[in-house]
């Protein structure tokens, strides 16, 4: 599953761009904007997969807002205007919709994003209650410590066990989870939002911890 933003000042083509993305398995809408500087904020606050890019746009035209990006997600470019193609493509767009387009173009364009990083075929084998559990590591929200114990949240239950969060850490996809506080180690791919100093994670509020901000700032905004 692709998360996806829309960024387009019409209404019209946001209705027609929501329209579609729901159409398509795949996908999953995040959020919708009027303007660029308005989804500069929304992508400080969470990550996407996919952007629809409109660029005419007053303010900021989206060819400016995607060079203003240190780290973009997957664009696709969305314009009534044939002349900007060539510089699109120069800023490594994955494809550019020319309006009015239709469901099947949009699907083709949709099918040459390559699908978000992250192995979900990665597990970690803990020992907890008697029992020995293999849990996927799609599967982990965020891992809590209490001393020399954890407890691992998973959408399903909770798992407490004997173990520092150090070593699990080490036994984990290193770009996939990211210590945020000394007591606190989180699933980059869960994070509903951020608001101020706490990480909402499925209901969960996770603490951000002062020696870890830059680090996850770096990670989760880019």
Do not use: W
């Amino acid at each position: 599953m692709m998360t996806c933003l829309i960024i387009d000042d019409e209404p019209v083509a946001r209705d027609i761009l929501r329209t579609y993305i729901s159409d398509t398995p795949q996908l999953t809408l995040t959020g919708e904007c009027e303007s660029a500087v308005a989804a500069l904020s929304i992508l400080k606050e969470q990550s996407v997969d996919l952007i629809f890019l409109d660029i005419n746009m007053p303010k900021l035209s989206g060819i400016s807002f995607l060079k203003s990006l240190p780290a973009p997600p997957k664009v696709i470019l969305t314009t009534a205007y044939s002349e900007y193609a060539l510089e699109s493509y120069e800023l490594d767009v994955v494809d550019y919709l020319l309006k009015p387009f239709s469901f099947e173009r949009f699907l083709k364009a949709v099918n040459k994003v390559p699908e978000p990083s992250g192995n979900d075929d990665a597990y970690v084998v803990i020992k907890a209650d008697g029992k020995t559990y293999r849990i996927n590591e799609k599967d982990i929200l965020f891992a809590e410590s209490q001393g020399d114990y954890i407890t691992l949240h998973t959408r399903e239950k909770r798992h407490t066990f004997n173990q520092t969060l150090k070593s699990f850490s080490d036994e984990l996809t290193p770009s996939d989870f990211l210590r945020v506080h000394k007591s606190y180690l989180i699933a980059l791919r869960q994070i509903d939002y951020v608001e101020g100093n706490m990480i909402h994670i499925n209901g969960h509020d996770i603490p951000l911890g002062k020696v870890y901000k830059d680090e996850f700032r770096n990670r989760f905004i880019g």
